[in-house]
């Protein structure tokens, strides 16, 4: 079991480059979330999902998109790379239980826009 | 609505001693709470929550966290401090009914000296 995986663990982009942040969880989970953690914001949620087909915007959810194909994969795609994306991302999930339950958290991907 | 607020970025103690991080919340109706813990480059960990029931709340690495409704707050606490509690210290709130996404504060970092 190994739990949530993100990948990559690090990456670099140029300024205008796009790129797709992968997240896999093999729980089972209903719902999978990407927050941003910023030094001084603590985490913000960018997009959420409550299940396959369903995805559903955050607090800072501009400059990237999500899908939900499966149950498994939550990825998220920056179109235009800006360096104010320069951040540290990661991927929850947690099973349906009306929120009674605590996320389980993925590793982390730090990403630098140049 | 629901936020959360961690009054201090960063707690000072010496190892052995005992410590508090503070989390104030607001909710309009029944709050879930959450302690998490992010350790350098890596993903956030569950410690406790509350959910109903006995206001104390114990949960890994001998941390306990009390809710007090009337101050609406969920210190976290723990009787005798490690070096390696070291870390930084998220809350969470989310209320009940409401969105399953629950919102974070800041962070608090915790730094035990030897």
């Known amino acids: 079991n190994a739990g949530v995986t993100q990948t990559p663990k690090f990456q670099v982009l140029k300024t205008g480059q796009s790129m797709t942040l992968q997240c896999a969880q093999d729980?089972?989970?209903?719902?999978m979330s990407w927050y941003r953690q910023d030094p001084g914001m603590g985490l913000r949620l960018i997009h959420y999902s409550v299940g396959a087909g369903i995805t559903d915007q955050g607090e800072v959810p501009n400059g990237y998109n999500v899908s939900r194909s499966t149950t498994e994969d939550f990825p998220l795609r920056l179109l235009s790379a800006a360096p104010s994306q320069t951040s540290v991302y990661f991927c929850a999930s947690s099973p349906r239980d009306r929120g009674l339950v605590e996320q389980y958290f993925g590793p982390g991907t730090r990403l630098t826009v140049t | 609505a629901q936020s959360v607020a961690q009054p201090e970025d960063q707690v000072n103690v010496a190892e052995g001693n005992p410590l508090t991080v503070k989390c104030t919340y607001s909710?309009?109706?029944?709050?879930?709470l959450f302690w998490y813990v992010q350790y350098p480059n890596r993903g956030l960990q569950f410690l406790l929550k509350?959910?109903?029931?006995?206001?104390l709340v114990k949960g890994s690495y001998g941390f306990e966290a009390e809710f007090n409704k009337s101050q609406t707050s969920f210190h976290l606490k723990k009787p005798s401090a490690l070096v390696s509690d070291s870390a930084l210290y998220f809350c969470a709130v989310r209320v009940a009914g409401g969105s399953y996404i629950p919102t974070f504060g800041r962070g608090t970092s915790l730094i035990v000296h030897p």
């Open positions: 909710v309009s109706g029944n709050p879930y």
């Open positions: 509350y959910i109903t029931g006995d206001n």
């Open positions: 729980m089972n989970h209903e719902y």
